[in-house]
């Protein structure tokens, strides 16, 4: 049914740690003191799932737990990344 409604899923074969990179530059300010993603402050479970972000201390790789919000972000901005 996505593909008789145009619209076409992207797979996303990259490492989680990449994506999860992108992500984190885009809500951290750059050298201008501009952050190329804002949240707004009404959407209270994102910005707490973002807060959870965690990494194994033994292996180094992103924690996966409750983090629903955060991998549609995650997600969006992998596509969206060369995007102008």
């Known amino acids: 049914r996505l593909y008789a409604a145009d619209i076409y899923p992207r797979q996303n074969t990259a490492l989680v740690e990449e994506t999860v990179k992108i992500a984190r530059t885009a809500l951290g300010k750059d050298a201008n003191g501009w952050r190329r993603v804002r949240i707004n ?44």
């Open 41 to 84: 402050k009404a959407c209270r479970h994102l910005r707490g799932e973002l807060l959870t972000w965690a990494y194994d201390a033994s292996t180094g790789k992103v924690l996966k737990q409750s983090d629903h919000g955060p991998e549609a972000l995650r997600g969006l901005l992998w596509v969206m990344r060369n995007m102008q």
